[in-house]
């Protein structure tokens, strides 16, 4: 089956830095989508992105799709952005998750 | 619009018990797909269904667990004889007809804890 690769693993941010989270995926996919999974739990969705660039506020994200990876950008990070980053490929009928990338934002 | 609902929020039960859960989609959504989220791991997807039809079941373990979304209701995810390595996060998500988008919306999940 596909393989999802998140990278990296976790990261610490100091309040008001700006990061790079990466999703690499092994085979062809129909679309990606990003999430942030919240402290209490939650799964927000951040972007349905199967190629291109979107931007939303301070987030933005860029799926190529011909060399199988995404990019998610978060600038000027808050403490209300800790939690886990999911990057998921749709393969066949349904979501091939990553393993996420743990975010603390210190203030 | 109200978004993907779930209940219980949390369950409780003890070993060899039934666990019952419930995912009603978002308005308009035909498409129901559940994932299970075990402790400090990402989500595994377990079966999609269509309204009385289920699609692929191929994450679904082959004893003890079923699911179904009647005409009528929810969908319901059932666990039997429940053990201690069933204690997960359990997410239900809906996803519009495909002619429209194929993007899942997810649920705030049921965390079953199994004593």
């Known amino acids: 089956g596909i393989q999802v690769e998140q990278s990296p693993p976790d990261l610490i941010l100091q309040e008001g830095a700006n990061s790079t989270l990466r999703c690499n995926f092994s085979?062809?996919?129909?679309?990606l989508q990003w999430f942030h999974q919240n402290p209490w739990g939650q799964l927000i969705n951040l972007f349905y992105?199967?190629?291109g660039t979107k931007q939303n506020g301070r987030l933005s994200a860029t799926t190529v799709a011909t060399e199988r990876y995404s990019l998610l950008y978060i600038s000027s990070s808050q403490t209300t952005d800790s939690g886990v980053y999911f990057c998921?490929?749709?393969?066949?009928?349904?979501?091939?998750f990553g393993a996420g990338t743990i975010l603390r934002v210190k203030s | 619009n109200a978004g993907v609902m779930q209940n219980p929020r949390h369950l409780v039960r003890r070993r060899g018990q039934e666990a019952r859960l419930r995912c009603s989609p978002m308005?308009?959504?035909?498409?129901v797909y559940w994932y299970r989220q075990l402790p400090e791991e990402g989500l595994k997807f377990m079966v999609y269904?269509?309204?009385?039809?289920?699609?692929?079941e191929s994450g679904m373990p082959k004893e003890r667990f079923s699911a179904e979304f009647p005409k009528e209701g929810p969908s319901i995810l059932r666990i039997q004889q429940v053990v201690r390595g069933d204690s997960a996060a359990y997410f239900c998500?809906?996803?519009?007809?495909?002619?429209?988008?194929?993007?899942?919306?997810f649920g705030p999940g049921t965390r079953l804890t199994v004593l």
């Open positions: 998500a809906s996803s519009p007809p495909w002619t429209e988008s194929d993007e899942q919306f």
């Open positions: 085979d062809s996919v129909n679309n």
């Open positions: 992105i199967p190629s």
């Open positions: 998921a490929v749709e393969y066949g009928n349904k979501l091939v």
């Open positions: 308005k308009g959504h035909s498409h």
């Open positions: 269904l269509q309204k009385e039809n289920i699609i692929d």
